[in-house]
């Protein structure tokens, strides 16, 4: 993409490629004299946390908004402090088939809590793994505080076992230490299309919408390639590079709201039930959720 | 009398001076990044968009409110305590083992020992990992039920592994030691008629306290603030350590600050304090070993003894089995079908080294970074250790006192301080915004492996008499003549040791590496750990094993040409380091200084 970009503006590109955790520590380290011109990772809520703080430039309307579906213009906050690229599942299931035969394989969130899964279930670590929280909070707002609670203190008391990130729950997945997980849908059709023994199950209760969010940082160093580079990822010729993966390998996997544009064909689209996760609250609920999962889940 | 009492004081405000570069270098690489990064404790939003000094003790206040930090703290000191005994334990075991084996043996096994100080900590807790879990190798290998392994992946389990990663810190530590101990004390009880057990519980161990303790406190603080093994270890455990907290308070949105400065501060402190029982310790009395009648020791048995077959056994479960592991799991093409004959492929190795790709990228920057980083740490350790060890004043011994606290601070805490402090507002007008440039980024990682490399110096130098260097003055020899012929060919394994700590720490080091490179030119481990997120991990090791073999093929070449050089130079010219040992043993033969060859040495007439 960076290189894409480049090619077309001549504006040259400095990228650090990281994980969210790492991009945004590096952010707010930074945040007396920043460095950055744009950000762009997934997690609206993680973006309206530094927002809240002022970081993120407001107002600013690229010049082809017009390209957005209804989906994504809806996904733009009020205040155009960052723009939605795309989106995927905080969550979707994924089972081991060379464990789980087909008539025993989840069908919903609450098929996990069976014997048959007994101790033998992973997600990742929200405070760890950007995506999880939003599948977390997720799952909160759509069955209530009370409810979303008892589901992952009922998932503990099936032996539910939390890893750190994408990467150790997928392993322990495919290595058979679990027979299925509940990790980002965009890594486990990745790990899908490399071939490992995996299938993917979207509940019918719907899955948690997590929007790749772009954002440009309120004190650019170079605010004009800042803006140009936002109304990159926007067009249509931008979109096309995203979603080949060959460009973006795990990251081409997701669901894009710019008209015209049609997704990788390795994504499953027929029956998934979207469900919104609405990003202030989930950014106000952040510490007191966490918090909450901490000391009650992964402890 | 008050002419004596003015020389007393010009040569204390002499040794202040002398010193004073020392603590420059402190103050640049650790005290003032740490520093910015510790005020905002107090002054949580100092480094805001819109500096604001507001006093505010709620951050602080909120690391002792928080019970799970009380909990934490004391999982970390259980882990860091318990890890650190049996280190030692092992470390003592090895470096004894090492010296009674015959040569090559001797070779083999401190090369093998080098190999897991090299060998950067997530390769062998990923190594442990895939051998050990429900449906790894030894699984797939012996058809082992799931959960076979359950007792493994506990805290105990945690400890035995975490001591076996650190032993290396004690071992080196020792085998310098007992290299320098010579035999004439043990040969003096002997002929009082001593025997063994008595001689080695109450002269030899007692000697290498020094060595023992210095090689135990690191092998302490770097089980008490580790995080990315116990992470990688037991995942489904979550034993709460305080590095972890940590860690959270760095990984969360909104990033805060203000709790992990103070989190690392009482990471700080604890080491602090757990080392200066160690230096009351140490206090007591005199462990110069080295003196003008050592001689080195030349005992070489022939065959091998049955502490150094415990030895090797030790250090090959160490490193052999999680690094067969690791090179195992970069010949996979999938990671499911595990060791099945038709999953084994180089494809992920030529893929790494393709010309011109990220890999080969990646690499010759790391490997720049690293030499750079590696040649600084390793004068600037020795230059400090000397001034630390020998010199009398307040500001030898301030470094001393910092150099230990700072080996607790986890990278992460070390690499967010400089992005504050070399990123700040001040120093926008005089140009010197070193943030985001190689110079920030190499400043670093000499940061992060300096306190190390002084410390194994110390551990090497504590053992030197003073009087060896009195002795060399009186016969009219200058600073530079006493260090090049007496000082560095007693710290010779050290130094070189140092060079190689910092290279292979800083090729696979990641936090710094991850918070300070400049846009556009991710390092090695950057580009490592984005594999291992991206789920190639097949891909992640083949880069890291490629590492590694470069890292001893590096190795191997330095100690290759350091050998043959000194040799040359030894016959040639008769050196200087000649000259000294010439006093030493007696016999003026040439030696080798980088190798660990016993120094051929004859018999006193």
């Not at chain 1, 908004?65 to 989106?87: C, E, Q, V």
């Not at chain 2, 493994?152 to 071992?171: A, C, D, K, N, W």
């Not at chain 2, 161990?205 to 302490?220: K, T």
């Not at chain 2, 049955?306 to 970069?330: C, E, N, R, Y």
């Amino acid at each position: 993409m960076a290189q894409a970009f480049q090619k077309k503006t001549g504006i040259v590109v400095s990228l650090v490629d990281d994980s969210t955790g790492n991009i945004v520590a590096r952010m707010e380290a930074e945040r007396s004299n920043p460095h950055w011109d744009v950000a762009w990772f997934d997690g609206d809520s993680t973006m309206q946390t530094l927002d809240n703080q002022g970081m993120l430039l407001r107002g600013f309307t690229p010049a082809d908004m017009r390209n957005y579906t209804p989906l994504g213009l809806s996904l733009l906050p009020k205040d155009h402090a960052y723009f939605p690229t795309g989106i995927t599942a905080a969550a979707a299931i994924a089972y081991n088939t060379r464990l789980v035969p087909q008539k025993n394989a989840p069908t919903s969130w609450q098929s996990l809590l069976s014997p048959y899964f007994k101790n033998s279930v992973a997600m990742n670590n929200p405070a760890i793994s950007g995506p999880t929280y939003p599948f977390v909070a997720g799952i909160i707002q759509q069955m209530g505080a009370k409810r979303g609670e008892a589901y992952f203190k009922n998932l503990k008391a099936n032996g539910l076992k939390v890893f750190p990130t994408n990467g150790v729950t997928l392993q322990a997945l495919e290595e058979g230490q679990v027979k299925a997980i509940m990790i980002q849908d965009s890594a486990l059709t990745k790990a899908k299309v490399s071939g490992e023994p995996i299938k993917l199950v979207y509940p019918k209760s719907g899955v948690y919408m997590l929007p790749g969010v772009l954002a440009i940082d309120s004190h650019a160093p170079d605010m004009a390639a800042a803006k140009a580079f936002a109304a990159f990822v926007l067009s249509p010729q931008g979109q096309r590079i995203m979603t080949n993966p060959k460009n973006g390998g795990g990251d081409s996997y997701f669901n894009p709201i710019i008209k015209g544009i049609r997704p990788d064909s390795a994504r499953p689209q027929a029956g998934i039930h979207w469900v919104r996760v609405n990003a202030v609250s989930a950014a106000r609920q952040f510490n007191s959720i966490q918090n909450w999962f901490h000391e009650n889940i992964v402890q | 009398m008050k002419i004596s009492y003015n020389n007393s004081t010009w040569v204390r405000i002499r040794a202040t001076l002398t010193s004073a570069p020392s603590l420059v270098v402190i103050a640049i690489l650790i005290l003032y990044p740490l520093a910015a990064l510790f005020i905002q404790i107090v002054f949580p939003h100092l480094f805001d968009y819109h500096t604001s000094w507001r006093l505010s003790l709620q951050p602080f206040m909120q690391v002792f409110e928080d019970p799970a930090n009380l909990t934490a703290l004391l999982n970390s000191l259980v882990i860091g305590l318990g890890a650190a005994f049996i280190a030692t334990i092992i470390g003592t075991v090895t470096a004894f083992g090492s010296h009674r084996a015959p040569r090559t043996m001797r070779l083999l096994l401190d090369l093998t020992v080098w190999l897991i100080f090299f060998a950067p900590s997530y390769v062998i807790a990923q190594g442990w990992l895939i051998l050990m879990q429900s449906g790894g190798i030894l699984a797939q290998l012996f058809n082992l039920p799931p959960g076979w392994s359950n007792w493994f992946f506990t805290p105990e389990g945690l400890i035995v592994v975490m001591s076996l990663r650190y032993f290396p810190f004690v071992h080196l530590a020792m085998t310098q030691a007992i290299a320098n101990v010579g035999d004439e004390l043990s040969g003096s009880a002997r002929m009082l008629g001593a025997g063994k057990q008595r001689i080695f519980w109450r002269i030899t161990l007692p000697l290498l306290a020094p060595a023992l303790m210095a090689g135990a406190s690191i092998a302490f603080a770097e089980g008490f603030g580790d995080f990315g093994f116990a992470a990688a270890i037991t995942p489904q455990m979550q034993i709460p350590l305080l590095s972890y907290q940590i860690y959270a308070a760095l990984n969360e949105a909104p990033v805060n600050y203000s709790a992990a400065a103070g989190l690392s501060l009482l990471l700080v402190a604890v080491t602090a304090a757990v080392l200066a029982l160690q230096f009351r310790f140490l206090k007591t009395r005199s462990y110069a070993t080295l003196s003008t009648h050592t001689r080195r020791q030349t005992f070489a048995p022939k065959r091998l003894t049955p502490i150094s077959v415990v030895s090797f056994v030790i250090v090959l479960l160490a490193i052999g089995l999680p690094m067969i592991a690791t090179i195992s799991a970069s010949l996979w093409r999938h990671w499911a079908d595990g060791i099945a004959a038709s999953n084994w492929s180089v494809d992920h190795y030529t893929q790494a080294l393709q010309n011109g790709g990220q890999g080969l990228q990646a690499l010759s920057a790391s490997l720049a970074y690293a030499g750079i980083a590696a040649v600084a740490t390793m004068l600037l350790g020795l230059i400090m250790a000397l001034q630390v060890t020998f010199g009398k004043s307040l500001v030898s011994r301030a470094v001393n006192v910092l150099t230990i606290a700072t080996i607790a601070i986890p990278g992460l805490v070390l690499a967010a301080g400089f992005v504050f402090a070399w990123n700040a507002d001040w120093l926008i007008p005089i140009h010197l915004v070193l943030y985001g440039t190689v110079i920030c980024l190499d400043m670093a990682y000499i940061a992060g492996s300096l306190p190390y490399a002084i410390r194994l110096q110390i551990g090497a130098l504590t053992q030197v008499s003073a009087n060896l260097f009195t002795a060399a003055k009186v016969l009219g020899a200058k600073n530079a003549t006493v260090i090049r012929t007496i000082i560095l060919p007693l710290v010779d394994a050290t130094v070189v040791s140092t060079f190689f700590l910092t290279f292979t720490g800083v090729l696979f080091e990641l936090p710094a590496s991850s918070l300070l490179y400049p846009a556009g030119a991710p390092p090695l481990p950057v580009l490592i750990a984005a594999k291992f997120n991206a789920f190639e991990w097949a891909q992640g090791s083949a880069l890291t094993v490629i590492g590694m073999t470069i890292v001893l093929v590096i190795y191997g070449l330095g100690r290759y040409f350091a050998t043959r050089l000194l040799r040359r130079r030894d016959f040639a010219t008769s050196a200087p380091s000649a000259v000294v040992r010439k006093a030493v043993d007696h016999s003026g033969q040439h030696t080798q200084l980088l190798s660990d060859e016993p120094y051929p040495v004859q018999r006193m007439e």
